[in-house]
């Protein structure tokens, strides 16, 4: 029921005619649904339903597909009558069945997928092919025209919605939310996107909660709140609810017809209103709450219990079809009810008038290229990298932090391209030192503003937001829909999305083999407030598992880089933004820290993506005594002081210092197409020296990348091991083992043959380590980076010998 | 300001000594709370501030803390009126030195510390202590009375506060939610906790919002709506709002008073109309949303840039004390206007007047034995799980699902202990075949219900609810509160709450380290649809690296358990429900499945962790040509089938067969307590034969659990590899090369010299994996885990030949 005001014809707008048609189109695409979820064969009920033509195994989700079949049809109504373009967000994933029944009605399927054709032979297959062993999964999976959501698991349907809407002014999303989805964290934390939406630049999002009442055993909490409650919470998001309810399908379709006309003219107007010139404010969007029952037009009971609006109507309403003859007759009824003889013609394709109903080519929800998009990725324009380097003189001059002299870089890339990139932090963006981004753009916020409130705009291209859900939803439909974006937050909280990156892992597997999905911008993670770093924050911000985590999805949509300095890390994000269909981690520190590459120097080591710096070796070119291996800023400085404390103090040990940037060369080329081949490994490590690998994270991810290289067995790692707490950060370095003092150690303990002779310095070591906490316990530190760098600088001569 | 009807005094509660007292004791708690971020000496300002009183290095959050002085101090007023039980959640966990303030104020920190006294001396340490190394962390830590909450990553705080609410009916639990963490996903979703919440068993929640304005950069989304939306909102989810704003302490100290007094009635009447004895509805708790500004009481400006009110007062608002004169004046004006002179005595501890304002004794918030949750816990009274045992004849038989069998046993957990265990997922526990527990309780639910509702009651011991961050957050309130429980959830989705788990191990493993905190009660995970049972959901529904995630947490606070069978289950979860301050995760399977172990055998089993089946291993006792191991219910029937196919066709192959349980016992003693010794290690698996190895998770995590193990080089791993779909349970295996054929062709790969004399079979093997594929690409399959079983069963004395 639309609220107030309405009009008779408003309140009525279809005419009988079209009442009959959108009808039988729903019906059809009903029909379509249960026939995907039952039917082997006789997909038309030519014959009597028999035993035969029903599949032996029963999957699927019935209770969801009519409400998403009654919503397209009638948006479908919308797109024509108004020429709009639209894409349909479907957050209760498992209407799989629904999704692709109106696709093939609409024709997308079959002119992407030959073989399921508008026909009989199509149908059957079609059918046929759902959660069935080499078909179809049962979600709105990737293989679903039109689809940029898959919903297995579910939260993120609206975060994605409002990242398509984003830079597409002239978009709808219309965004279906189950009132299961909706008891989830991350949904009810998107509602209020609206407070980042700009009506004149970026386009419209619909969202359409469908509260059919129930999810797989338990009623939903949003239908069982009083009606005004919810009400109120949807006021309370911001937005104009409207209510269609009812399970009379004559009274719903008109009444949702006429409230989804209602509400895009809202659309309009508010659109209209913000690009007449005038500032732009935060409208109160429409929204739609469609109450109909779970499993409409389903079956009404089954085995002496309701089964129509229940739970029981959630997966498949009716079992045992093919041994309880009284449940097949049950189904036949069902099917028939749908009146399918009207419906399809001869050849089995829909009759001309629903064929005619749907929208044209690009029109079609399943065909609008935004919802492929990688049909409409530009590459961006990025400035050159290498006139942003820091003027590195001699390895580790000058002190700057990776994140700021990276910041004036992605600024320059906003300038450059200022409809296709936008940068997603939860509110860490200066705290990160991508402050330089602020001279150029500000906080897209479409909220109440103050004077004093530094940098936010309706037009800002930087979305802050204390949400990493919906920073990581955002720019997942942001990408899905053809643009680029990167996502900086602290390390130990990105795991708040692990279950996100999954999925977006596991669309780009299985997108990278279906042909008509074109690839996509790669989802780049900047994380520049990392485990070693947290002076302040102490143990609850310390985590570097994420890599791990990434490191678990297939390699071939999974990229980790630990840039050690400020020029490397620039020469990895312009690789990482001209990249496709990754998922890329980057690693890198924001503090004051020295840096080691020239500009060319630095392109080179990320080219290879692991290499030995001989400046900082002693060996000569010769086999070392030992290899000294580091993969992160912190663990660099670390081992190149060791390297330099061997090198005062044991001249004589050939010493070999190697960086990796790129951790997927440790693998085998085998396991990743980055692996670095066996015979250059072991060159560079050698076949039988120890290596000590001071490692930024779990040290046994090391190991784990490593286990089948030759020279395994003499690899010891050093990296995080869960200990830290507030305190400096070397003594965070030394509550791990990973310090310099204790690298050194390690050397000493497994070059065969040094112990004997460097007792006294190993002495030292441990007296060092000692001091250090004894002198930080008692005074703290004041600029400690900078004063452990000095103990480096003072060696400088060394360092450069290899120069 | 209370919204309607007050009297006159109500409306001023506070008389002018209350008043002026309360105060005080506010500025004493802000004093302290400067001191901590900026003083290591002088504490009591006896003489002129120098440089060399304030600490190099300045760290700490300021903004939020004279929030939760003001309303730890009210709250303790109500307390001693009413004689409250009362505890503290403290969403904004940066606000870590005001409750270290409070607890100090109250005596509870010094009775716990000795060393931080309530004197000068005390007071000094307490500063220094402050973010300093060796010190205290910054948040609301473990190390602080009183806190079950650490709020380090913010989202929680709601959850936890309802999760020691459960089963607590005379607490109060006051839960302060920053206007930065109600932004985030989880706490969004944790408002509608209340339709969860029975007012006549539990204990009530207070949520103050605490509305300052500002995160590090922006301004906060809440605190940017209009005023009248953030009412609907809070409406919306189903409370009554009260609204105290203000920046004239005096008036907020009256309006705070009169409206938390007028809050706390309307608690008691909703109490006592629910515990009445008639039918239990859902009221509308009451909310406080606390408007004041942010950092306030501190400097107006700072740089000519304003500070008190804006993000600015965030951190630390005045930076450079030790080397701007300046600074230093405006940091001394500052504390100086707290005018500690009347706050402390001479000894240094609080005036007489103030020591007197806290409640006494366990009635202090930070001393209440509620929030030391150990302090509380008592032994669940567990039925004896061997009545519960499957009877397993010989191995294989009978067929059932783990789960299944674990449903009984724990309905009887819950009818034993009405008051101290709970069951929580996200509405899958029927789905998880745990529908057992029904027969004795229903589900939670104070929402509306309608006939035909299925086991649903205010009284319900069992928590479901569409979100897992609720799942966990409740559950972690009620374990920290000294009770017990269980998550059952899919295994894939579990990882939505990765982050919270990084937490949890967190707090668990500082918590060990703190002699006052007692062990609580571990978190169980019950992950019973797993990765190879998603027939229908597919891929997105596939993942088990929560298993890694959960291996990367310190060693003495993580356990995985990967039972084989029902009667194996029904042992671990035993000895998981009676652990303490682990996580433990258990995956076991939910579809039929055939037994292996009686329970006696399980027992010895479980207990070992590991072992050789030497009723499926041909090497009678003798060394092997081939170690074939398991861990996991799939890879078991799988590895039993490959045993079973090696002894049809090579019979003279000396085959043994080891299963893990536990998979810390692959690691060595030193990385894990339950690390099986060496040479143990070596009897089992051999010092030098080939070891394949199928696995339930990702194959890597194998290699790092034992890549120090002597035979190491010859293990080969099969598990799971990100490859699935929709299909059968076992083309799934097939996909991933865990299926029995693959393991054959292992075998015969790896044993030397095996491959000449073993080459039919090998291409039997390899035919044999074709032609399943192409039958269930025909086909599906009916109930392929039965039929599979048979393919077993039918070699069934072979299988028996060890007993």
Chains 1, 2 share one sequence.
């Not at 005419?15 to 082997?40: F, H, K, M, S």
């Not at 990737?142 to 940029?148: A, D, K, N, Y």
């Not at 002190?399 to 004036?408: D, E, K, W």
């Not at 001249?651 to 066996?678: F, I, W």
């Amino acid at each position: 029921m639309t609220p107030t005001r309405p009009g008779p014809s408003a309140l009525t707008p279809l005419t009988e005619d079209e009442l009959r048609r959108i009808d039988a189109y729903w019906r059809a695409a009903n029909y379509l649904t249960v026939g995907q979820i039952y039917l082997l064969d006789n997909p038309l009920l030519r014959e009597p339903l028999a035993p035969e033509h029903v599949k032996p195994r029963l999957l699927g989700h019935w209770g969801t597909g009519p409400g998403l079949n009654l919503i397209y049809a009638h948006l479908n109504r919308l797109i024509v009558d108004r020429d709009l373009s639209a894409i349909f967000v479907t957050g209760p994933g498992h209407g799989g069945p629904a999704l692709v029944a109106n696709t093939w009605l609409e024709g997308t399927y079959s002119e992407l997928y030959h073989s399921v054709g508008r026909d009989e032979t199509g149908m059957a297959r079609l059918f046929r092919q759902f959660s069935f062993p080499g078909g179809v999964p049962s979600h709105v999976a990737p293989e679903v025209p039109g689809s940029i959501h898959e919903g297995g698991e579910l939260g993120y349907a609206l975060s994605h919605a409002y990242g398509a809407a984003f830079d597409n002014p002239d978009l709808l999303v219309a965004c279906v939310i189950g009132d299961g989805e909706a008891e989830t964290g991350p949904l009810a934390g998107s509602w209020l996107s609206n407070v980042f939406l700009n009506p004149a630049r970026d386009g419209a999002v619909l969202p359409i909660l469908h509260l059919n009442g129930y999810k797989i055993a338990n009623p939903t909490v949003l239908d069982r709140i009083p009606a005004e409650e919810l009400l109120e919470l949807m006021r309370g998001y911001g937005y104009q609810p409207y209510v269609v309810e009812g399970d009379d399908p004559a009274k719903v379709h008109q009444s949702l017809a006429a409230t989804l006309d209602r509400m895009v003219d809202e659309i309009a107007a508010i659109q209209r209103r913000a690009r007449s010139g005038g500032p732009v404010e935060r409208p109160r969007w429409p929204m739609l709450i469609l109450r109909t029952p779970k499993g409409w037009t389903g079956p009404k009971n089954a085995d002496g219990k309701p089964v129509e609006g229940t739970f029981r109507a959630h997966q498949v309403p009716i079992d045992e079809v093919r041994s309880n003859p009284e449940h097949l007759a049950e189904l036949e009824r069902w099917l028939r009810s749908y009146r399918p003889e009207e419906l399809f013609d001869a050849t089995g394709g829909p009759v001309a008038e629903l064929a005619a109903l749907p929208p044209r080519g690009d029109r079609r929800m399943s065909a609008n290229p935004v919802a492929n998009g990688g049909r409409l990725l530009r590459d961006l324009e990025l400035p050159d990298f290498r006139d942003y380097a820091v003027d590195v003189q001699h390895p580790g001059e000058p002190i700057a932090g990776a994140a700021g002299v990276l910041g004036p870089w992605i600024r320059d890339v906003i300038s450059r391209n200022p409809q296709t990139f936008r940068l997603f932090g939860p509110d860490e963006v200066a705290s990160n030192r991508l402050g330089a981004v602020f001279e150029v753009t500000d906080r897209a916020f479409v909220g109440d503003t103050v004077p004093g409130d530094d940098h936010l705009s309706p037009d800002g291209r930087v979305m802050e937001v204390l949400s990493e859900h919906l920073c990581q939803g955002w720019l997942e439909g942001y990408l899905l829909t053809g643009r680029h974006g990167i996502f900086t937050s602290y390390e130990a909280f990105i795991h708040i999305v692990d279950s996100m990156v999954n999925q977006h892992a596991k669309w780009l597997k299985v997108t990278r083999l279906i042909p008509w999905r074109e690839p996509v911008a790669s989802l780049n993670y900047l994380l520049s407030s990392h485990v070693w770093r947290q002076d302040h924050n102490g143990f609850s911000h310390q985590d570097p598992g994420f890599i791990d985590h990434v490191m678990n999805k297939k390699a071939e949509v999974v990229r980790v880089y630990l840039p050690p300095d400020a020029n490397t890390l620039l020469s990895t994000m312009d690789h990482c933004l001209r990249s496709r269909h990754y998922i890329n981690v980057v690693v890198a520190g924001k503090q004051p820290a020295p840096n080691w590459l020239t500009m060319d120097e630095a392109i080179q080591h990320c080219r290879r993506g692991l290499g030995i710096w001989d400046w900082a070796s002693s060996d000569d070119g010769s086999e070392p005594d030992v290899v000294l291996a580091c993969a992160g800023d912190v663990p660099a400085l670390e081992t190149l002081a060791a390297a330099d404390l061997l090198r005062q103090h044991l001249p004589e040990l050939k010493v070999r210092v190697v960086n990796v940037v790129d951790l997927m060369r440790l693998q085998p080329p085998s396991e990743h197409p980055h692996g670095l081949p066996d015979n250059e490994f072991d060159t560079i490590f050698t076949r039988d020296k120890p290596i000590i690998f001071a490692y930024h994270g779990y040290p046994w991810l090391i190991h784990r990348l490593t286990y089948r290289r030759t020279n395994h067995v003499n690899l010891h790692v050093r990296g995080y091991k869960e200990e830290g707490t507030t305190t400096t950060p070397f003594d965070m370095v030394m509550l791990n083992d990973l310090d310099r003092f204790h690298l050194v150690v390690d050397v000493i303990d497994r070059v065969p043959g040094l112990a004997p002779r460097a007792a006294h310095l190993r002495q030292e070591m441990v007296d060092a380590r000692q001091s250090c906490r004894d002198y930080t316990r008692l005074h703290g530190e004041d600029d400690p980076r900078v004063a452990e760098w000095r103990w480096v600088r003072e060696t400088e001569p060394g360092l450069r010998s290899g120069r």
